[in-house]
């Protein structure tokens, strides 16, 4: 796909300064893009942004004031709104049904593009329903009432709708929507096999990081233009996010995936004062560090080996590190100087770290942590390296640390250290100890 751009290959869409309107308002302005053949194609923006206005003017439901769409080299506002229909399906946002035909005649439905008034049933229009009954894993249900299905299952049944009418480009608006994860995927997965086949996908989606996982390719609109196209490295920077969503962010990578990954950041009025250290590695505190970072706080970090890339991340965002040589183990001076740093921090925060002999040191050390996070991704049976001295060890961190996702990383660490930071404020200022003040009260 390119903005008259990067990708290389046949054309299925071509946009030309397309402009809409609607109740005299301009919606979209000047939208040109190129969209080649077999390309997932993601729409991205701030509510507002043209992203419905645009797949609706790509199936042809609404008209341009100014220029063009050509779709499989056919000029979309030119065709039958039949003609139409076999260039280009649609899977609308809301899954919602009124109607309680069976699955199997709802996607029947999506042969009426290919058939005559006064046309048979023909093998066919019965091999392409069958298909997509099976493409989609709704064969089993077809029989049962489309409205006695889960959200999940009515997605899958209209996405086989718009399978069954056989065409080269495929329209989604918001085609997670108030789906759980687990659905989310499934669909997400199934668009991406399609596309493996041929299909081009073009869909609307709200969630960035789904976006940037799946997608092959993002348009970012703002303001009905084109703010930036191309791969999800290019597309989600943080000042196009700044620019597009008037929010601030920062952009990593997923240290599972290796996907683009976009973490929003607080109001700034909120962002965090006190110190943090981190205990990662092999990529794992990546996000963490840098979220951290962007929300205000010190940071420390180790022990880590050099050339690791939590290592280098951690000199990007100017935390005070303590490293080891490549591949070495954490000996005892750097354990020691980790302690040091756990004892200067406000909270102390482990992320979905693998562990081996070589660095359980690090995990001894944090149950020094008088404020202790867990970063939780996958269960630790799976990256436990160390037998049963590092089960133990973990078991004793998960006792007395607050477990968290990635997402909720920033707000538990604002908490603990609002709280570190209170009672800092109420400890004596002229050296003595809380236990010496109750001395001297109880001597006078």
């Known amino acids: 796909?390119?903005?008259?751009?990067?990708?290389?290959?046949?054309?299925?869409?071509?946009?030309?300064?397309?402009?809409?309107?609607?109740?005299?308002?301009?919606?979209?302005?000047?939208?040109?893009?190129?969209?080649?053949?077999?390309?997932?194609?993601?729409?991205?923006?701030?509510?507002?942004?043209?992203?419905?206005t645009l797949l609706r003017t790509l199936n042809g439901a609404l008209s341009p004031a100014r220029g063009s769409v050509t779709i499989a080299g056919e000029d979309v506002h030119a065709l039958s709104s039949k003609a139409t229909s076999r260039v280009v399906a649609t899977v609308p946002q809301t899954t919602k049904v009124t109607f309680d035909f069976p699955v199997r005649e709802v996607v029947k439905m999506g042969r009426t593009p290919h058939r005559g008034r006064f046309d048979g049933w023909s093998d066919a229009d019965e091999r392409a329903v069958e298909s997509a009954l099976n493409r989609t894993s709704v064969a089993r249900l077809a029989d049962r009432p489309i409205t006695e299905l889960s959200g999940g299952e009515r997605q899958r049944a209209l996405i086989a709708r718009a399978l069954a009418q056989e065409t080269p480009v495929l329209l989604l608006d918001e085609p997670t929507a108030s789906l759980d994860i687990n659905h989310q995927v499934r669909t997400l997965e199934l668009v991406t096999d399609l596309v493996g086949d041929g299909t081009t996908a073009i869909a609307a989606i709200h969630d960035l990081n789904l976006a940037a996982h799946y997608c092959d390719v993002l348009v970012l609109l703002s303001g009905g233009r084109v703010l930036s196209a191309g791969d999800p490295a290019t597309v989600l920077t943080e000042s196009n996010l700044r620019s597009a969503f008037d929010a601030?962010?920062?952009?990593?990578?997923?240290?599972?995936?290796?996907?683009?990954?976009?973490?929003?950041?607080?109001?700034?009025?909120?962002?965090?004062?006190?110190?943090?250290h981190v205990i990662g590695g092999g990529g794992t505190a990546a996000r963490t560090l840098?979220?951290?970072?962007?929300?205000?706080?010190?940071?420390?970090?180790?022990?880590?080996?050099?050339?690791?890339?939590?290592?280098?991340?951690?000199?990007?965002v100017g935390a005070d590190l303590v490293t080891v040589p490549p591949y070495a183990p954490v000996d005892g001076a750097a354990q020691d100087a980790v302690r040091a740093q756990i004892e200067d921090a406000d909270v102390c925060v482990v992320a979905d770290v693998e562990v081996g002999e070589g660095n359980l040191s690090n995990l001894e050390a944090a149950l020094s942590a008088d404020r202790l996070v867990l970063v939780e991704e996958r269960p630790f049976s799976e990256r436990n390296y160390a037998g049963d001295d590092g089960a133990a060890v973990y078991d004793r961190l998960r006792e007395r640390?607050?477990?968290?996702?990635?997402?909720?990383?920033?707000?538990?660490?604002g908490e603990?250290?609002?709280?570190?930071?209170?009672?800092?404020?109420?400890?004596?200022?002229?050296?003595?100890?809380?236990?010496?003040?109750?001395?001297?009260?109880?001597?006078?």
């Not at 040109?32 to 923006?45: M, N, Y």
């Open 1 to 52: 796909m390119t903005e008259r751009g990067p990708f290389d290959g046949p054309t299925a869409i071509d946009l030309d300064d397309v402009a809409v309107s609607l109740g005299g308002h301009d919606v979209l302005d000047g939208v040109s893009l190129t969209i080649d053949e077999g390309t997932f194609v993601g729409l991205i923006g701030p509510n507002g942004a043209g992203k419905t």
């Open 248 to 276: 601030e962010a920062i952009v990593s990578r997923h240290p599972v995936t290796g996907s683009v990954y976009v973490t929003a950041l607080p109001d700034p009025t909120t962002e965090g004062s006190g110190r943090v």
């Open 290 to 316: 840098h979220l951290l970072s962007a929300a205000g706080y010190g940071l420390s970090a180790g022990a880590l080996n050099e050339g690791d890339t939590d290592t280098e991340v951690a000199r990007r």
């Open 401 to 413: 640390g607050t477990v968290v996702k990635p997402s909720a990383v920033l707000s538990v660490v």
């Open 416 to 444: 603990l250290a609002c709280d570190s930071l209170g009672e800092r404020s109420n400890r004596p200022t002229d050296g003595s100890s809380d236990d010496d003040e109750s001395k001297t009260q109880s001597s006078v």
